[in-house]
């Protein structure tokens, strides 16, 4: 069987995590074998990354080129032998996230992103991308308003709207620069109707069977 790389994407409070759960069972009832992880993180290594990254303070350099060490370790430790195996890889953010927050969010240099990107996702036989990012569009206003009751907000999670605007914009335009790759979920709707669908994304590429 063929693996499979599906990444999540989206500003903070825009509420990936419980159809990642949901997907990781419908996946698993279809008779696949899951790998399910994270970014920043995945690996020993990179949850020490992680940690560092969403608490102390750091210049932009610094941050990329962290999200990019943590990436490249999790890309050899976790998801290459994962896909090799076969499995669906089902990953809470990836590279889009660098971009959009990196990037867009902190203003730094999407050329040197870029240059980062081909030499840590290569994989000697390509550059390794997702094969499907579900990103989860919601207006920064209604996630801030989500966030505001929220757990004691990281570095990422207390800046301020322009931020997640400027983030929003970013996934928009890696969206538009590789639209096959993308699927676009309207965040803003009842949690029933967003699951609804991410499941018909899968479906319509008949990685998923149409719910009984
Ligand atoms: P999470 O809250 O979805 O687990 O993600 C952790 C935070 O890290 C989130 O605020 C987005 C941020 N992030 C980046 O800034 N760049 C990246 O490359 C990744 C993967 C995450």
């Known amino acids: 069987m063929t693996g499979l790389f ?48 969403l608490n102390d303070a750091m210049e932009p350099l610094c ?69 499907l990012t579900l990103w989860f569009d919601l207006p920064p206003a209604v996630a801030a308003a989500r966030l505001a009751n929220a757990r004691t907000p990281d570095r990422f999670e207390s800046e301020s709207q322009a931020f997640f605007e400027r983030v929003a914009g970013g996934y928009a335009a890696r969206m538009k620069a590789d639209p096959q790759r993308f699927a676009r979920i309207p965040a803003d709707h009842p949690p029933e109707r967003v699951g609804q669908a991410v499941r018909a994304a899968l479906v319509d590429r008949s990685w998923l069977s149409p719910s009984p």
């Open 63 to 131: 941050e990329a080129l962290l999200m990019f060490a943590a990436r490249r370790d999790h890309l050899q430790q976790v998801i290459e032998p994962a896909l090799a195996q076969g499995d669906v890889v089902l990953c809470d953010r990836f590279t889009d996230a660098t971009f959009a927050y990196q990037g867009h969010g902190r203003g730094f240099d999407l050329a040197v992103l870029s240059t980062l990107e081909r030499w840590v996702q290569d994989t000697g036989q390509g550059i390794r991308q997702p094969d």
């Open 6 to 53: 599906i990444s999540f994407e989206g500003i903070d409070g825009a509420g990936k995590s419980t159809h990642i759960s949901a997907l990781v069972e419908a996946f698993e009832a279809q008779g696949r074998r899951v790998t399910l992880t994270r970014e920043p993180g995945g690996t020993p290594l990179a949850e020490k990354l992680r940690t560092l990254v």
